[in-house]
Nanobody, 115 residues
Framework: QVQLVESGGGLVQAGGSLRLSCAASGTIFSINTMAWYRQAPGKQRGLVATIDSSGSTNYAGSVKGRFTISRDNAKNTIYLQMNSLKTEDTSVYYC?????????WGQGTEVTVAS
């Protein structure tokens, strides 16, 4: 089992920045790739960014160049640095861990970008 706890969400003005964190615990040795997803009201949850065990990253086109995913293996934590935020980035952001025995979700952290 893997437990994921996100933090760092909040209210920010358009053009501002936020950094989200996702701390993993449990059978963390089994984690391969970790990712951030987001879900806006009335919309489906979608992939934002991924980072694998080697540190390779991928981004959704809508956030490329503005968001950066990173991981601190010593702290079992991944981050999402979000810059140049837009109102359309308003969502609940979820952390996800992919392991050999299953995939896990965090509880989400809400990000609201005001115009």
């Amino acid at each position: 089992q893997v437990q994921l706890v996100e933090s760092g969400g909040g209210l920010v003005q358009a053009g501002g920045s936020l950094r989200l964190s996702c701390a993993a615990s449990g059978t963390i040795f089994s984690i391969n790739t970790m990712a951030w997803y987001r879900q806006a009201p009335g919309k489906q949850r979608g992939l934002v960014a991924t980072i694998d065990s080697s540190g390779s990253t991928n981004y959704a086109g809508s956030v490329k160049g503005r968001f950066t995913i990173s991981r601190d293996n010593a702290k079992n934590t991944i981050y999402l640095q979000m810059n140049s935020l837009k109102t359309e980035d308003t969502s609940v952001y979820y952390c996800r861990a992919f392991t050999d025995v299953g995939n896990y979700w965090g509880q989400g952290t809400e990000v609201t970008v005001a115009s």
